[in-house]
């Protein structure tokens, strides 16, 4: 009942404006209110678990949820088995009403498992980016799929200024030298670089990289973008940052080029080979954004030619990475598991997102409309 009403109030703040094109989608037939069943899946914690009574996005830490849910009558199951057919969370697919998920540790939401959850009526993303979801199928299910917009924003920003930093200039191969016991300055010397002076262009330029511009301003770098959208006058101004409408007319230009957009149909593979090859022979890359937004084979082979000098980001596909993954065997790359996002502050703000949009969805109220992925059958704009 509480989504019925979320999707009815949705239609009437949609219909005028067009967002919505049909009422035809609503199929699925929705649980009446009352206790509802709410898996969270999220990454363990194991031996850190209670080292810090603020690590909430582990399974253990459960989003900070379990109390509060259990107070109000509610089932709560959380788990960090999310693959294959006798996995934890295949066993509650089919009752489940409320479905936590986590790009860190992504339960992927197929078409499949949909079309077997009849109960399901939300689906809340502990952070940001909800493509580990099929998300045209939650679409024509009548599903509202909702994450904590911001939430981890400047968590990822201050990551890739750091990742940044460590590719121009070439820590890493200096740190392995320091911990197997080598000195060799000139080992890192001949391709260390200073930043100022050097071109950086971010593909997408919405909350993550607004933040990366802002942090990047001191460094005297000349700062491009490229975007679906060109940015407010004012921060353009503040952060001197140039729009370029052409991604391959921006892309020869950057020494560094980071990536933040989402990963939708429009970015999945958008860096091939041909648009690597494009690219400045040495070019840096922070990735940070999504794994799926890159060729893999083509990284890797950039890498290996030294087209791309230097690539870092804590997004693979899929996640967790496999053993063999090439990108953990690939030269010039400074890659780390999926954790820019999920800081303890950026925990903290995702978790209290959460609870207060299960909170509003027990109510049957609306959530902030900027949380909004999938809402009344629609995808939100950049995703369409
Ligand atoms: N690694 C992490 O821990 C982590 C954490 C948060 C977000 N992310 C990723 O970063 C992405 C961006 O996050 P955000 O908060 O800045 O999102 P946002 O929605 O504020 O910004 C995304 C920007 O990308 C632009 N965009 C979308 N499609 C585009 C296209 N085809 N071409 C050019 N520009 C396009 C949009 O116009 C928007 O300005 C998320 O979707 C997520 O995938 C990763």
Known sequence: MAMKRVASSAINAFASSGYLRSSSRFSRHYASSGSKKIVGVFYKGNEYASMNPNFLGC???GCGLREWLESKGHQYIVTDDKEGPDCELEKHIPDLHVLISTPFHPAYVTAERIKKAKNLQLLLTAGV????????????AGLTVAEVTGSNVVSVAEDELMRIL???RNFLPGHHQVISGEWNVAGVAYRAHDLEGKTV????????????????????????????????????K????KFEEDLDTMLPKCDIVVVNTPLTEKTRGMFDKDRIAKMKKGVLIVNNAR????????VVDACSSGHIAGYSGDVWNPQ??????????MPNQAMTPHVSGTTIDAQLRYAAGVKDMLDRYFKGEDFPVQNYIVKAGELAPQYR
């Open 201 to 236: 262009g971010t593909v997408g330029c919405g909350r993550i990289g607004k933040l990366l511009l802002q942090r990047l301003k001191p460094f005297n770098c000349n700062l491009l973008y490229h975007d679906r959208v060109k940015m407010d006058p004012q921060l353009e």
């Open 320 to 329: 967790p990475a496999p053993k063999d993954h090439p990108w953990r065997y």
């Open 291 to 298: 794994g799926a937004i890159m060729d893999t084979q083509a």
């Open 129 to 140: 980016g909800s493509d580990h979801i099929d998300l045209n199928a939650a679409a024509a």
């Open 238 to 241: 503040e952060t001197g940052a």
């Open 166 to 168: 460590i590719l121009v």
């Open 59 to 61: 399974v253990e830490g």
